[in-house]
C-alpha cells in the first residue's frame, strides 16, 4: 500500500520566506509525528498530533514553527520568516495508534529545505 | 528528557565480518528501542525493534540486545554485505497504548562494508 508521502520533495527558500511543508500519513494512522534532521545528524523531535489534536509540540524551535492536522489526516508544517539556521531535512513519520499497540513509526522520504 | 549517545560514528568492515553499533539512553523510562536504517537521500526504515520486556531478538543477520540496567542496547549484524551499507539509527520512546511518545534518536553510524 502507499506509505507516507512529502510534498515538496525540495524548497529553496529565501531568507525572510515563508514556507509550507506537506504530509500525507498512511490512511487510518491515528499518530503523526514531525521531525528535523540537520545534515549528518539523527532526526530530532518537533511536534506530535493523535488525530487532529496536537499533543506536543515541545519540539518546535521558535514561534516561527507552527504545525497543523485540521482533519486528522494531512499536516503542515509552516516555517514564517525562514532563517538559515532552519536548513535541514523535514521528516514526517506516522503510527497506527489508537487501540492497537503498534509502536512503530513510518517515514516519508522527507523534504530537504535550503535556505539561501 | 531523554538522552540518546550512538558510537562508534563511522564503522568500516570487510565483507562478510560482523558489525556491532552501540547505544545508551538516559531515561530508565524508556520501554521501545527502534533501530532504522537510511540510505543517503531516502527515508529511515525500520529494520529491528525491541521492547523493555525483552532482553534479544534476532532476525536473520540482524540482532539487537537489550540491557536494561545499564541502559544500553546495540545491534549486530553478522555476515556483512556491500548493500548493509548505510547509516544507522538507534532511537528510544516511551511508547504506550494511546500516548504514543516520541522518538528520540542517537547521532548515527555510518557502515561502509567494502566488498
Known amino acids: 500500500g502507499a506509505g507516507v508521502s512529502q510534498s515538496p520533495r525540495y524548497k529553496v527558500a529565501k531568507r525572510g520566506q515563508d514556507v509550507a511543508l506537506r504530509c500525507d500519513p498512511i490512511s487510518g494512522h491515528v499518530s503523526l509525528f514531525w521531525y528535523q534532521q540537520a545534515l549528518g545528524q539523527g532526526p530530532e523531535f518537533l511536534t506530535y498530533f493523535q488525530n487532529e489534536a496536537q499533543l506536543d509540540k515541545s519540539g518546535l524551535p521558535s514561534d516561527r514553527f507552527f504545525a497543523e492536522r485540521p482533519e486528522g489526516s494531512v499536516s503542515t508544517l509552516k516555517i514564517q520568516r525562514t532563517q538559515q539556521e532552519d536548513s535541514a531535512v523535514y521528516l514526517c513519520a506516522s503510527s497506527l495508534g489508537g487501540q492497537e499497540v503498534s509502536y512503530e513509526q513510518y517515514f516519508g522520504p522527507g523534504t530537504r529545505l535550503t535556505v539561501t | 528528557g531523554e538522552n540518546v549517545e550512538q558510537h562508534p560514528s563511522t564503522l568500516s568492515v570487510q565483507e562478510g565480518d560482523s558489525a556491532v553499533i552501540k547505544c545508551t539512553y538516559s531515561d530508565s523510562a524508556s520501554n521501545y528501542f527502534p533501530w532504522y536504517k537510511q540510505e543517503l537521500g531516502k527515508r529511515p526504515q525500520l529494520i529491528i525493534d525491541?521492547?523493555?520486556?525483552?532482553g534479544e531478538k534476532k532476525d536473520q543477520r540482524i540482532a539487537v540486545t537489550l540491557n536494561k540496567t545499564a541502559k544500553h542496547f546495540s545491534l549486530h549484524i553478522t555476515e556483512t554485505q556491500p548493500e548493509d551499507s548505510a547509516v544507522y539509527f538507534c532511537a528510544a520512546s516511551m511508547g504506550h497504548r494511546y500516548n504514543f511518545n516520541k522518538f528520540y534518536f542517537g547521532s548515527g553510524t555510518k557502515l561502509n562494508v567494502k566488498p
Open positions: 525491541i521492547r523493555s520486556n525483552v
